[in-house]
């Protein structure tokens, strides 16, 4: 069975600082792989996917997630986090079940950025 | 063009009492998910259409859950004779191909 695990539940840090998210996941099979954020009284919006090719992912607002198998993780980082990217973020793994895709939750990261 | 929306935002229900949550997909996408998310938790699945067809319902935690997607677009979560521990916040995805979009979310606080 696949699962998705989300080592930290809170990460604070200051404004301008580095940030990674970790993620790992569980599977015997291929897998696509997500990062979706939530703002406070928000649905989740995608951030950015994992489906093939370069393991390397980034998203418009400076976001990235390296794909890495042998480690079976899909970290998220940014190198300068600003006080507007506080919210929480989850790790998904597409479960493939029937010829549809199912989405695998982790439990999620709160990052709050402090001035 | 215009995303996932969910009605109502906010629904504050009596226990013992039904209520329907409504969700209305991105135009043509013919997938359709509803998820659980209970505070402080991540999404759980709870069912799954293709078009109008009920395909996976493995998530549903009680017969009290159901769902409808009559015609392959609008779909509503019914749950009846609301109990606490269905208190969460209700997220609908619609989905073309490989990625979900989500809608808002409908949060049900049950007393």
């Known amino acids: 069975a696949q699962s998705v695990t989300q080592l930290d539940s809170q990460v604070p840090v200051f404004e301008e600082a580095p940030v990674e998210l970790r993620c790992n996941y569980s599977?015997?099979?291929?897998?696509?792989l997500f990062w979706y954020v939530q703002y406070p009284n928000q649905g989740l919006q995608l951030l950015l996917k994992?489906?093939?090719?370069?393991?390397l992912v980034e998203s418009i607002n400076g976001f990235e997630a390296e794909f890495n198998k042998s480690q079976t993780s899909f970290h998220l980082r940014k190198p300068s986090v600003h006080i507007s990217d506080t919210a929480e973020y989850f790790c998904?793994?597409?479960?493939?079940?029937?010829?549809?895709?199912?989405?695998?939750f982790g439990a999620g990261t709160r990052l709050a950025v402090h001035p | 063009g215009a995303g996932v929306s969910q009605s109502p935002r906010y629904k504050v229900a009596k226990r013992g009492q039904d209520v329907a949550l409504r969700c209305d997909p991105i135009?043509?996408?013919?997938?359709l998910f509803w998820y659980q998310q209970a505070l402080g938790q991540g999404p759980e699945f709870l069912t799954y259409?293709?078009?109008?067809?009920?395909?996976?319902k493995s998530g549903l935690p009680s017969d009290r859950f159901f769902a409808e997607r009559p015609e392959g677009s609008v779909s509503t979560l019914k749950i009846q004779r609301t109990q606490q521990e269905d208190s969460a916040v209700y997220l609908c995805?619609?989905?073309?191909?490989?990625?979900?979009?989500f809608g808002p979310g409908t949060r049900l606080t049950v007393l």
């Open positions: 259409f293709q078009n109008e067809a009920q395909l996976d």
């Open positions: 135009s043509g996408h013919v997938s």
């Open positions: 994992y489906l093939s090719g370069s393991t």
């Open positions: 998904a793994v597409i479960l493939f079940s029937g010829g549809y895709n199912k989405l695998i």
């Open positions: 995805a619609s989905s073309p191909s490989d990625t979900q979009y």
């Open positions: 599977s015997s099979v291929s897998v696509y």
